[in-house]
């Protein structure tokens, strides 16, 4: 893959779940930027965008992690790459009105505008690259046929649908759609933990969603939100099942591999 | 003021487990809603007026919960000129003793029913039925449910959770006590058809009618009833007294609003551009004419008021389309009664500890979302409902109404992550403390919240270097020239 | 020559059709006034095949002149009743195996009929027997609900019942299986003819 437009740089939001669980993850993202020219930055003072403890409704503490945020990324205009688009669509959308929970007053404006700039920046992985990056050479090492899940964060409140898709099948990938793919996965931050029945039986329903797609050609399932993927692989690995599931990043990077290369 | 609603007083844990186990129930209600949905999906393709229609409805509703005590006067002033009586309820209370005056001062002894929402919110039945009248329920599905004293499952679909065998049981031993042949098989046909003559003897020995109404306009006096089956044309038509039981928040000002408004139940709900029967009652019959001798409505609050000039006002522009609960992916898995309250789905989510202050429902905003916004994508009425789940998430933390140990645990996080430094030490703890949890190299269960997880599934251990460290050891400072 | 009216009149017509099949209503059209008993003959044996029994009706003015009881004794009724809001008409209606009614307007777009009750037309014979025409004039056409209900709130003030039929009675209440003819009529037919002559303002309320 190219950049259009010569050398850029982007600074990677790499989530905390890619940081501590899937960190091959992020490297995968980095390899597939620098790849194509683009210069990656790691403002190394990020920690988690606060999405588990806002929708838990513990709002005020989600405050705090969102004005970190905010003043980690908010000093430059560089594009901000989510490797997730849930928290993408948590910094766009929750944090204007989040970040100014527990403010002093006379700071509030200035936090509201801050986080607005932020989220202006922020561009979810896919997106920035189905936006920005043109896939060269010929592809190969990654599965030919994947089973998309869209989250519902990114699919809803994000309102992308097309790039993940888009993206892959530009590098020649065939994209098998999912029964019931606009249903939640059951997923949901940590109603997969205090609610784990139901959140279970939805998991479940979409694992019978992937395995029906396999019989379609699916050979596993690909993603841009790590949390639905982890909820998903954890589940199938409990029940003894084994389809391999991906996040976008590592997919591009499979595929821009040269044949049999390493 | 808070309103009443009644309660399945059982845990949340007991309902859903009673829903997650009901295979017949979640096979009828996920393809019933997926139908529904598809449907809607449909109907709206290539049909962009309604898409105007709706969007003037939205306001319509808007304005009316704007100005209720308003619209209420003047609806009372029309439908009085007309020729109806009005009555208005505060409560829940208030409104079964006024319909029940009515049905005893007309020495009411029948009493046959159109489906209606608020009634059951009401427990109206259980009023009548406890002064000695019979009432009955002829909507096809509520007619089942009442045979099996069960309350709906669905508001477009109330019997989504009985299955052909269950309903045929139920209706040998009704047709034995009716005196009529029992239904030929367990074919829906033949349910059905055994339900038609079943439910026509009630209509023609009834006294009174009891409707809900869809919409109620103020400058006509008009009651809207939109059905599929053609009960509320009975309802209407056939008894000497109808009763409209009318929640305050379903007027709207004027006869154009109800232009825009009266194809979107059907077209959001169930994929129609309108449903078989819309009725509309604007009083008892002229001199010669049909319809009732006496015409009355009665308006309910029941809580409703007091949502108005809060954040949460829009509830009330609610059409009780469904459209949020065909698309809500854990109403598909539990079913309606695990909500435990008359409205499910995200509406009832958001609807049950609203109007009644969190006496009843208090759990659902947590246990009953995944917070995937599809109603709010879905709900013609452009009710923030996931934004309002949150709400009332934080609602519930300022209220002290979720567990200690919970408070505990996200005060921690979030105080451990607002910095690098917590941040770090945190994930080298987990990673320390994981060990006795780990087996072939994933973990199998942790403690305190994250227990949850580990009851179903798996989980990758936290990696022995983090993305954060393989960035300081592989890019570092000087990576970035 | 088609006039310009007749042609936009016509385009109603089928968008009519199409929604008003898309329910399961059947459809005929009379074009001349000697086809009346012809079609009449073929509604009923499309809703009732050869069966018989009695009719309750009413038609709108325009077509009151017509032969009405012998066209329908000739399809099968053995009685038929013209609607007269006596007490007795429940029951008649309750045993009756077809309703014919008029009607005052139509919509295409939606494919529904409006009926109004007042005192020389009622609603029970489109609730009550299994099956039920109406009979709709294509001048009464109408493209949205809105420009019908918009015609309501008259000189006349509030009509105190209107109804919409838009299909037959439908549930899918058991097991999600959709079945026809749960209260109201399963079998419904709309026969739309052509008026000559305009009618009076009274007519088109
Ligand atoms: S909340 Fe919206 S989608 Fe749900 S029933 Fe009410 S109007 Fe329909």
Known sequence: MKTELGTRTVRLFATCLIDAFRPDVGQAAVQVLEQAGVEVQFPSSQTCCGQFVFNAGYRQQAAVLARHFVSVFQDESTPIVALSGSCAAMVVHEYPTLVIDGVAAGETASWAAAARAVGGHVVEFSQWVAAHLTPSGAAASAPRCLALHQGCHMRRVLGENAEPAQVLSRHGIEIQELVDADQCCGFGGTYSMTEWAVSTALGDAKIAALEEAGRRGAMGLVSADLGCLLHLQGRMRRRGLSWPVYHVAEVLREAMQPQGGE | MAGHLPADIRPWNVRRDNGLTNAIMRETLASGTRRFSEGKRQVFQGYESQEAARQAGVQAKRRAVAHLDELLERAQATIQAQGGTTHVAATAGEARAIVREIAQNAGVRLVVKSKSMLTEELELNKELAASGMRVIETDLGEYIIQLARETPSHILAPAAHKNRAQIRALFEVDAQQAHLPPPADDDARSLTQFARARLRQEFLAADMGITGGNFCVVETGTVALITNEGNADWVTSVPRLLVCVVGIEKLVETWEDLTHLIQQPAMNGIGQRLSSYTTLISGPRSQFGEGPEEFHVVFVDNGRRSLVGTPYEDVLSCIRCGACLNVCPVFRQVGGHAYGSVYSGPIGVVETPLLTDFEVGAELPSVACTVCHACGEACPMDIDLPGHILRLRQEKVRRHLTARSANWSYGMWSGAWATPAGYRRSLRLARLAQKIYLRRGWLRNAPGLAHGWFITRDMPKVADITFHEWWAQNRGTGAHD | ?205
């Open chain 3, 1 to 205: 020559m088609t006039k310009p009216w007749a042609a936009s009149q016509e385009r109603l017509v089928q968008m009519f059709e199409v929604h008003w099949r898309e329910h399961g209503g059947e459809l005929f059209r009379v074009r001349e006034e000697q086809s009346w008993p012809h079609v009449l003959n073929q509604a009923w044996t499309t809703l009732l095949g050869d069966q018989g029994g009695s009719v309750v009706y009413w038609v709108n003015a325009d077509v009151a002149h017509l032969n009405w009881e012998n066209w329908l004794r000739r399809c099968g009724a053995q009685a038929v009743y013209g609607w007269d809001a006596a007490d007795d008409m429940r029951s008649r209606c309750a045993q009756a195996v077809l309703g014919l009614t008029g009607s005052q307007w139509a919509v295409a777009e939606t494919g529904s009929v409006a009926l109004i009750a007042d005192a020389d037309r009622g609603l029970l014979p489109s609730v009550m027997p299994p099956a039920h025409i109406m009979l709709v004039s294509t001048q009464h056409l109408v493209e949205t609900v809105q420009e019908g209900l918009q015609q309501i709130p008259g000189s006349h003030g509030m009509p105190p019942l209107i109804k919409l039929v838009t299909g037959p009675s439908m549930t899918a209440d058991i097991e999600g299986t959709l079945v026809v003819g749960v209260h109201g009529p399963g079998r419904v037919a709309v026969i739309l003819y052509d008026t000559v002559g305009t009618l009076g303002a009274d007519e088109l309320r």
